[in-house]
């Protein structure tokens, strides 16, 4: 058996100058009297500050209707008049207000993301701060970004989903005012989902002194873990920015961090390394300590601590840098699974886009948090980045909750599947892109595995990918390496695969057997990278047929010729119980790539060795192409664009959650045109039984075959008027009951919202659903009124939605029809402003309703 023991693996990493003096052993005490309980406002750098505010921009080249602006030249000197300039905050997507255009692509959302953007800021750095380093980090710019200061060219990184650093020292004005410069360009950028445009992440202002650590200068390892005591490493890299040479001290004391980064007891003080750094040099040193009875971090208890190291010189402490990091162990095995801290872990991951649905790629910490709650209710465990780094955000927000992270790179490497996609960067940027990812995300103790693509055109490459993925090894041995194969077969058969540390393969598991037993991969941990891709939209249901005006039944048996439903991917765990689990496509739906109401033709690489399917697929693509359908979001997510459940959820928290009683019935009990037809009722449950009735009248009791059966069906029953009550059994008894009924007409309008107290700044938000309910309180399905929005105080709208794949309506209209009985308006506060502001809704002929939100 190959047992991937990651904890005994450690970076082989040099102390340049003099070594370290030794480590101190301190046991873990309870918080004592004094000690610092205040938030850690800020990761890294001690004085790091947001740079988001105040910015001007402006668009040229391809407009959003269709117009072209032409470029001026010299944008990025200082003499340039902007006052005319759109006034705005980061993050900042330019296409997410539309328009919605028919005559752009479905695969990109039908949004006008391509065109060349400029951002500038006047900004001032006080005298006070000459003789430091001045920095400004991106945590991403979409796309092909350039950098000037002063009119002085910085720099570039053209990979929107990277984070980046530049450096303003050379050019700053000190006392002064300043102009920095930000030039994107998406017109040379191809995508096959909506990637977004603009500076869509956040970026932040750095002070340091000239001798000061690095950028993501720290790398915390344990590779050495018991219940006793567990064995702390961190390489620290610090930077002499200054004209001469410099004796450093460097020490750090590690805190323990709870979930709301607040600082609580010392469990170690690391004694100091003594190092000489040569003027413009970087030396890196080692300290280690023991933390004794360690508390681990998991999926249900994320226990973190956070390393404070200073850096001193001439007995001044010169840098003070915070790092948050867990204590755990992985193991990967070809026969035991994936485990963690020593218990085997089904991985129950989903695959997800950037962007947040409604507000676009534009990040914001409050849709993040609210996606990632609702996953953790249905049961999932694990978060695949696809196909890009994420927000840095999404990690620490994974590390606090207790997700597991499958961190990606690229979507391609050498050979592209768009013409203007990484093909055009791979040869100059492919290791800087690489690195740039694993030095930011290496500490974050929820990253499990490092993948290096997803269904690229090279993944037979056998040099390419041991190439790859040697490049992240020598940046961090402690995780395995994936890759997202929908060619598994031809992969190992190459021998590419022999370079990973972990199988991941999309889709195709018929010969999993065959690998299993090959002497290359019979020890190869094996994962479902990308599973199932079942298609549906909420609250949709058209009996035998799957799909129908634009929409697709939410029987959640629907899928692409390369897909399958949920209980065709759980009976293929089942039959391959040494799999580490699955990632499934996808935990919401996003915008772009409307499969089966799409025409992207990277979809035909799914079947590059099946000419048949391939034929088959190709004259759908053409049929799509002449109707131009008007979807503009995916259906594969489990949740809808809007962050409503649709009912897969239910079926993958029956399965993922078989601890927590609950049953589920579909579809809904409102089918005037259809009395005496046959519906047919599909039941979920993390029951094994369970008995179905109509108006009180027994249909049966059904029970389901292990590893078989995931739903219950009775695909015979009859419809009339009234109410379908379902109870589940468990062992024999009683588990959990629903009950659906036929509703009255619509009457009314409710509201719902997910927090009601905000903060006073505009990343804040609230979001409130709205239902369309009758008389009795119950959500009217196949309801559609539509509803206004309006905001009365310090607050404002930021967009709504529902759900609804073929809507082109912008996602900043205040008014929107209702989808099958749900819609969603995203409030903030009016930025500077505090107080009480209040959200009303109403539609003709219904009831209005009204929810208060306190701005704090």
């Known amino acids: 058996m190959k047992n991937f023991l990651l904890t005994g693996m450690l970076a082989l990493l040099v102390c340049i100058g003099q070594p370290e003096i030794g480590f101190a052993q301190i046991k873990t005490a309870k918080p004592r009297a004094g000690i610092n309980t205040k938030a850690i406002v800020t990761m890294g750098a001690s004085d790091r500050r947001s740079f988001d505010n105040d910015w001007l921009f402006s668009r040229f080249g391809l407009q959003p209707q269709g117009t072209t602006i032409p470029e001026p030249q010299g944008l990025e000197q200082v003499a340039v008049n902007d006052a005319s300039w759109q006034k705005l905050d980061l993050p900042h997507d330019w296409a997410i207000q539309g328009p919605f255009r028919m005559d752009l692509a479905g695969e990109t959302g039908k949004l006008p993301w391509k065109g060349i953007g400029w951002y500038r800021k006047h900004f001032n750095i006080p005298e006070a701060d000459r003789g430091k380093r001045i920095f400004v980090d991106f945590d991403g710019a979409m796309a092909y970004a350039r950098v000037w200061l002063n009119g002085h060219y910085l720099g570039t990184w053209p990979y929107g989903y990277s984070s980046f650093r530049m450096d303003l020292t050379p050019y700053l004005k000190f006392g002064g005012e300043n102009v920095l410069a930000v030039n994107l360009n998406t017109e040379k950028w191809d995508s096959r989902w909506y990637p977004g445009a603009g500076i869509y992440r956040h970026v932040w202002l750095v002070k340091t002194n000239q001798v000061h650590i690095g950028h993501w200068g720290t790398y915390i390892t344990t590779p050495e873990i018991s219940k006793n005591a567990a064995k702390v490493k961190l390489a620290i890299s610090v930077d002499n920015q200054g004209l001469i040479p410099v004796n450093a001290l460097v020490s750090t004391d590690v805190y323990e961090l709870n979930a709301s980064n607040q600082r609580g007891a010392k469990v170690i003080s690391a004694k100091r390394s003594v190092i000489r750094i040569g003027a413009g040099d970087s030396v890196t040193t080692n300290l280690q300590a023991f933390i004794f009875h360690p508390k681990l971090w998991d999926i249900v208890s994320p226990n973190r601590y956070v390393a404070e190291t200073s850096v001193i010189v001439n007995g ?115 290791e800087k892109d690489l690195k740039a990812m694993v030095h930011r995300d290496r500490n974050h103790p929820s990253v499990f595995i490092w993948s290096i693509g997803n269904e690229v055109m090279d993944q037979r490459d056998v040099e390419m990918t041991k190439y790859l993925a040697g490049v992240v090894h020598e940046e961090d041995p402690t995780r395995p390496i994936s890759n997202g194969y929908n060619d598994p077969d031809g992969g190992r058969e190459s021998g590419a695969v022999v370079a990973l540390d972990v199988m991941g393969v999309n889709y195709f598991f018929s010969q999993q057997p065959k690998w299993d037993a090959d002497p290359r991969y019979k020890n190869k941990p094996t994962i479902g990278s990308e599973t199932a891709s079942c298609v549906s939209s909420r609250g949709e249901y058209f009996g035998e047929k799957e799909y129908q005006n634009w929409q697709i039944s ?303």
């Open 316 to 430: 001044k402490v010169v840098d003070i840098y915070n790092t948050p990091f867990g204590v755990r162990t992985l193991q990967f095995t070809a026969d035991k699974g994936f485990l963690l801290n020593g218990k085997r872990v089904a991985v129950q991951g989903t695959c997800n886009h950037h962007d947040l649905g409604a507000l676009g790629a534009a990040f914001n910490i409050s849709g993040l948090r609210r996606q990632l709650k609702i996953l953790k209710e249905m049961g999932c465990n694990a978060l695949r980045t696809s196909h890009n780094p994420p927000a840095p955000e999404l990690l620490e927000l994974a590390d606090q909750m207790g997700f597991l992270v499958w961190d990606e790179a690229f979507d391609c490497w050498k050979h592209g599947k768009k013409k203007l996609d990484y093909n055009q960067l791979y040869d100059e940027w492919n």
């Open 554 to 856: 939410s029987y959640d048996t629907a899928k692409p010729g390369w897909g399958c439903s949920p209980d065709e991917q759980f009976r293929t765990n089942a039959k391959f119980p040494n799999l580490l689990g699955e990632f499934v496509w996808t935990g919401f739906d996003y915008l772009g790539e409307p499969t089966p109401y799409g025409s992207d033709e990277t979809n035909l690489l799914n079947f590059r060795n099946d000419p048949s399917k391939k034929a088959e697929l190709e004259q759908k693509l053409e049929e799509m192409r002449i109707h131009n359908p008007p979807s503009r979001s995916s259906y594969f997510g489990i949740v809808d664009l809007a962050g409503f459940s649709k009912d897969r959820f239910y079926l993958y928290q029956s399965h993922w959650r078989p601890e927590l009683p609950m049953v589920h019935i579909l579809p809904h009990w409102n089918w005037a045109e259809k009395i005496g037809e046959n519906i047919p009722v599909h039941v979920y449950t993390s029951g094994d039984e369970a008995e179905l009735f109509v108006n009180d009248k027994s249909m049966g009791r059904k029970k389901k075959k292990p590893d078989v059966d995931y739903r219950l069906i009775w695909d015979s029953i009859k419809y009339e008027p009234g109410t379908v009550k379902v109870v589940a059994y468990k062992n024999g008894k009683e588990w959990a009951t629903d009950i659906i009924k036929t509703t009255g007409q619509a009457a009314k309008l409710s509201l719902s919202v997910d927090r009601t107290v905000i903060g006073p700044d505009d990343y804040d938000l609230a979001f409130i659903t709205v239902k369309v309910e009758d008389k009795e309180g119950l959500i009217v399905p196949r309801s559609h009124p539509l509803v206004k929005f309006i905001v009365e105080g310090p607050g404002e709208i930021v967009a709504t939605d529902n759900g609804d794949a073929t809507s082109l309506i912008s996602f900043k209209s205040h008014e929107r029809p209702a989808f099958n009985g749900l819609a969603l308006v995203i409030v903030r506060t009016k930025k500077g402003m505090k107080g009480k502001f209040r959200v009303k809704v109403n539609s003709d002929g219904l009831e209005a309703a009204a929810v208060t939100i306190v701005a704090k």
